[in-house]
């Protein structure tokens, strides 16, 4: 009888835990055959045959119209979306060909977007293919260097649980680089300030410096440290190698305070670029953070906001827990204490039954 006891109430505190700590969830699935596919129709003048993107030998004031064959094999008709996207650069050093919020950079002479044209907007009926086309027009004047961009496509999907209200969206990314001679051209990279922000609602800050060059900078190393104006005294670095910049490009490197409070005041950046062909460019920058942005900053800092407030979901956590062993003490030294009663009566029956025997 004990150890059935003890077993059961074992089971009821591993399933009460498991419920507690590990709610269940619902989990919902999205259907991998959307039927939306493509293939890039490489034109006479591709240069590298070899890559499954465009690359262009183009010539001045060139018109040329290139295809897409998008297909939906799917047995309704489907649309897709289209976004003509000049290449960028994100802060973690990597290329974006997509759309995005990175802004142009003042070197960008001719955005990819505004030499080459197409459908924003096309449907593909059930079971059909259909030839998007793409109109490019160059500029006049002949241009050394890299013009890049990206053909971003992506089927706009249906809501598939009105519950869930998950969304199917498939896309595909198409880079295209288009250039007109095989003059090379080192990378120029120009410091353009240093600022307080956040990343991720994290205090930062942030080096924001360009490519003003019609190249793309591979395997750039930046290392950076931040001190006070006038100390030696490194309150905040960080390195990271193998980036790269699209051409025409800025980048905002981030420096972490790494959970730290944002405090006002006069400091200085020093910054060393390097890249795989010798480049090297190095830089000293003071900068200010004002009382303002610290205490804005600071406000909005997740890892600050989670150490100063309490954690009410672990002191409910302790509390609960404390009361539920209370209460299971309570009832396992109830039943003990029923059980022992039981046996000392029935003990001191028998002892009397035999008392009475003995007396006869």
Known sequence: MKKSFLIYLMIILYIGTNLYFFPTTGLATEDEGSGFTYKIIQPENQHNKAVGYYDLRMTP???????????????????VEVALNSAKTNTNGVIEYGPSKLEKDKSLKYDFADLVKGEKTVKIP???????QLNIKMPDSQYDGVISGGIYMIQKG??????????NEYGYLVGMILTETDT??????????????????RNAVFINYSNTKPVYVDDMTVDVQIMKKGSDEVLYDTKQNKMRMAPNSQINFPVLMNGEKMVAGDYRAHILVTTENNGKWEWEQEFKITDEEADKFNQEDVSLLQESRVNWTTIMLIVSGVLGLTV??????????????KKAKKKKSVSKKNKGTKKR
């Open 61 to 79: 004031g060139q018109e040329q119209t290139i295809t897409i064959k998008m297909n939906n094999s799917s047995s309704e008709e489907i649309t």
């Open 328 to 341: 299971i003490l309570f009832f396992v030294v109830r039943f003990f204490r029923k059980k022992n009663k």
């Open 126 to 132: 059930a079971n059909q293919s259909i030839d998007y």
């Open 158 to 167: 249906q809501t598939e649980s009105q519950e869930a209200m998950i969304k």
């Open 184 to 201: 090379a051209l080192k990378p120029e990279l120009k410091l353009n300030t240093v600022f307080a922000e956040q990343q991720n609602y």
